[in-house]
């Protein structure tokens, strides 16, 4: 199995995506008077789970050297971390007005960080593969007498 340009991006764009599972999506001071500092994991939310599938499945996909499903996993983790990132800034938006302080966290730009090259390595992958398949077939040394 070599390991071509495609697969190493696929492969670091799902372990960038995997990895950005286990930190914080969203950090907070509290609202409405409360002072509690915390941090929430990604995976803690539906979303982040999500995204830890999807990240696994492109790590597969990748390495396999199956492109469009690289592509397609990708796309849809990369969706699915920008709801996120819009619905947890409307959220901290309104809790903010209640006199808290919340934000999104950096895992979730490490998780569109790692979609993005997702598929990137996934275009790759397809453009790698349609480039061997237009290669000519190496002849056969002629026999010898």
């Known amino acids: 199995m070599d390991m071509t340009k495609g697969k190493i991006i696929g492969l670091v764009g799902a372990l960038l995506t995997i990895v950005a599972t286990l ?11 409360v002072t509690i500092a915390t941090e929430v ?3 803690l939310t539906g979303f982040g789970t999500l995204v830890l599938i999807l990240g696994i499945i492109s790590g597969v996909m990748a390495l396999v050297g199956r492109g469009v499903g690289t592509v397609v996993c990708g796309v849809l983790a990369l969706l699915v971390t920008l709801f996120w990132f819009g619905a947890w800034s409307f959220i901290s938006g309104l809790l903010n007005w209640t006199g808290g302080s ?7 730009y ?3 960080i790692g979609s993005i090259l997702l598929i990137v390595g996934g275009a790759l992958l397809i453009g790698e593969k349609k ?5 000519p077939m190496p002849t056969a040394a002629p026999p010898t007498a």
């Not at 930190?23 to 008077?33: K, N, Y």
């Not at 919340?102 to 979730?108: F, L």
């Not at 480039?131 to 290669?135: E, L």
């Open 23 to 33: 930190l914080p999506w969203a950090s907070g001071l509290g609202a409405g008077g």
């Open 110 to 112: 490490i998780a569109v």
């Open 131 to 135: 480039k061997m398949a237009a290669a």
């Open 102 to 108: 919340n934000s999104v966290g950096y895992g979730t």
């Open 41 to 43: 994991m990604g995976l």
